[in-house]
């Protein structure tokens, strides 16, 4: 009998630590293309050092993450249009585009322009002609469904002659918006230039750093990018900070988090066989109850969250429906991240009495919420008042009340002194919470 209670209670728990472990990211599967183009020997402008290291690391690493590449160096407009034209046939049949591009880049009227090796860019008309369009570029590679991933590791200096300065800027590039679904990386914040390559480097420090962390298990893009932009920091003393703008609709993992392995997770455990048995659970393991005959059997609902819970595919929307449920949001739940969004996360910040932190839809913030009791706003609104004179303790006296009754009828329905009786093992279950760490 008690073989049989084992085996369903293992069973039980299996289920249980198997919906619990599930991976917080999505797989990165599906079709990935990329594009990488690296221009360095440049004919009428002036040489840049590293764009064609840069490009070949990049596409190797890609490559390596899954990846079908296209790499292409020192190109000029024929080659490029030619070879576009053949990568972006294949778009609407891909789940991830990237664009990586380094080499020289300037803005004219707020439009960013990327130059092949053999412009010349003699006259104001040149600077259109002889230049791809940043926003053509994406346009053509944006699918119907698919993410598109742009990284502009250029503006390293100003390439325009003397003669046309004054059309185009010479300040970095613009700020970038390719539409819903498109993520944007720039080497440097609008505005400013990026370094070419510091001191015995081979690559140029935005690119050595994106390659430094591209590879890191379950990092989804936007921690990349924060992680990316310390380095170049630091490499650069503070001269260069790399600059991103996102409306993906999902987080986006160049290397999804790995699937935890449920059978080295399961603990070691016996069934007790005595009703009147402690329960002494091992570390990790909180029993409800402090013996068999006390605890009672519960059930998973569909309810049950999961801090280890997939994101959900619009994260600004589950932030909200998570401060919705703990209190912390007063407003119509949309999925349009505002002011009144970030009220909302000061509230909840108030309510926790700690110092506001992040005040974006991120990762960490929607699975800290998921750890929140319902009512977290209202009941750090509410003070307890202590009881006054004319105030009877009514709730206490009646715990005691209830207590000593409870106790009562437990005595009288003690059984009195009789011959032993052998009965049937009575099987009753223990309800566990695995904290997982």
């Not at 935005?206 to 170049?232: C, E, Y």
């Amino acid at each position: 009998m008690f073989d049989r209670v084992a085996q369903f209670l293992r069973l039980c728990l299996f289920g249980v630590l198997s919906l619990a472990m599930l991976p917080a990211v999505a797989d990165a599967a599906g079709r990935k293309l990329a594009l990488v183009v690296g221009n360095q020997a440049y004919t009428q402008l002036p040489g840049l050092n590293t764009p064609v290291d840069d490009a070949q690391a990049v596409s190797n690493a890609l490559r390596d993450l899954g990846f079908e590449v296209t790499l292409l160096t020192d190109v000029g407009p024929a080659v490029f249009q030619a070879v576009l034209g053949t990568f972006t046939s294949q778009v609407d049949q891909a789940d991830t585009v990237l664009f990586y591009y380094a080499g020289h880049a300037f803005q004219k009227d707020g439009v960013n322009h990327l130059v092949p090796v053999n412009a010349r860019l003699a006259d104001a008309k040149a600077l259109d002609s002889e230049t791809w369009r940043l926003d053509d570029i994406a346009k053509a590679l944006k699918g119907k469904t698919n993410q598109l991933l742009l990284f502009i590791d250029a503006c390293r200096d100003n390439p325009l002659p003397e003669a046309v300065r004054s059309v185009a800027s010479d300040g970095g590039l613009a700020q970038f918006d390719g539409g819903a679904g498109t993520f944007v990386a720039f080497a440097t914040a609008p505005g400013q230039v990026a370094w070419d390559k510091t001191d015995g480097a081979l690559n140029s420090p935005f690119t050595a750093a994106l390659l430094a962390h591209i590879t890191k298990p379950g990092q989804n893009i936007s921690d990349l990018m924060i992680k990316v932009r310390n380095d170049v920091e630091t490499a650069t003393s503070g001269k260069q900070t790399p600059w991103e703008q996102s409306s993906l609709r999902e987080q986006f993992y160049f290397v999804p988090g790995a699937e935890p392995a449920v059978e080295e997770a399961l603990p070691e455990f016996e069934v007790v066989a005595d009703q009147n048995t402690a329960l002494v659970p091992p570390p990790g393991i909180t029993v409800i109850g402090q013996t068999v005959a006390d605890t009672q059997l519960a059930s998973l609902d569909s309810d049950t969250r999961s801090l280890n819970a997939a994101l959900p595919e619009n994260l600004a929307l589950g932030v909200q429906t998570e401060l919705d449920r703990i209190g912390c949001y007063g407003m119509r739940v949309d999925g349009d991240w505002g002011n009144g969004s970030r009220r909302a996360m000061a509230a909840y910040y108030d309510a926790k009495k700690v110092e506001p932190g992040e005040m974006e839809p991120t990762e960490a913030v929607y699975r800290a919420l998921l750890a929140e009791p319902e009512n977290t706003c209202e009941k750090a609104a509410v003070a307890v008042k202590a009881p006054t004179k004319s105030q009877p303790k009514a709730s206490t006296k009646k715990a005691a009340t209830t207590t000593k009754k409870a106790t009562t009828t437990k005595k009288a329905a003690a059984p009195v002194a009789a011959a032993p009786v052998k009965k049937k093992p009575t099987c009753k279950f223990m309800v566990i919470a695995v904290v997982c760490s």
